[in-house]
């Protein structure tokens, strides 16, 4: 069997080292390019959410290097992500394609079904070899997470564009190659060391910007248009709202075992949506509120055109700007988004951020000063 799976920023790393600890042999796709767009494109229905187009070109380019298996997260919700395997798997018959596709579902409790679909794509292995599997897989994932966090504080301050996301590609490289828990923690050492000698600007103007939205349109840079990178060396540090670990802690461990570690997004955006409306919608307006009382400069908000969770969360946005005062700039994004686009919004963004902190610097000078010939 060979397995290959969809590209999610950098899901690959922990999923490769998971199924090469149990001896699977995997094939993962080229990075997401132009190709693949086009494949995904062409074969997927033109409405259907860019996350499934992209999906199909990584599977189709899988499959021409000799990938026969697809392992493909499933889902629930009243958004199309419950039936997105379902569509995948069709489109790949119809084109006479020759991959398996094993669906594994967030467990909910019914851990039987994950369990067999895990055996089935392992050959059998048993409990102990995945623990130990999943184990290795997870200090993987965490790192990267940690990792990445430092990534966007450092970026915004290098003082040689590039510099840090250089420094990065080095340390996904030496993570994908670990193959131990104890070379994992290594690596992750020397990542923070080469991140902290990373020389910095001297000025410390740094905007700090939240970025919420829909979970893929958030990891994956090829779709997101690197908007991280963009944005940290325009000197804006980014907050994002969902880490992969901490996606994969609530839906394979939280929700699994009945308990709840959303409570508190669902409390935050009560006043203006009062229900789950799938994928991260309710988050993109829990988050917002957290960012604006945390003190960030703005919010941006990131999705698929056509998607539903994020076109209820736009709606409402504007509302939430005004009440909580922070501005909120919108990308909805398709396979004809351009970088240069892009750029020039997220600029614009960028200098109203700018003005408008300066003005608020100014205010409190002023309120300062006022103050003072009042005592005096
Ligand atoms: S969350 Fe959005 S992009 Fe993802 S499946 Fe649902 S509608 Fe599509």
Redesign the pocket.
Known sequence: MKVTFPHMGHLHVPLRSFFAALGVETVVPPPIGRETLALGTRYAPEF?????KVNVGNFLQAARMGADTVVMAG?V?P???GY?AQVEREILRDLGVKLDMVVLEPPQGHWRELWLGLRAITGGADLKAIWRAGKLAWRKLTALDELERELHRVRAREATPGASTEAWRKIVDRLDRAEAVSEVEEVARQGKALLAAIPRREDDDVLRVGLVG????LLEPAVNLEVERVLGEMGVEVERSIYLSDWVKTNLVFHSLHLRDDREEYRLAAPYLGHFV????LESISFTIRYARAGLDGVIQL??L?????IVAESILPKVSRDVGIPVLTFMLDEHASEVGMRTRLEAFCDLLRERRRRKERFLVGARDAAADLRE
Do not use: D, K, S
Request: with cysteine; net charge negative; proline share 12%.
């Open positions: 259907a959410c860019l996350p499934l889902g919700g958004c199309r992500f997105y829909e979970i893929y349109t799938g994928g991260h919608g999705a698929p056509t998607c539903m969770p994020e």
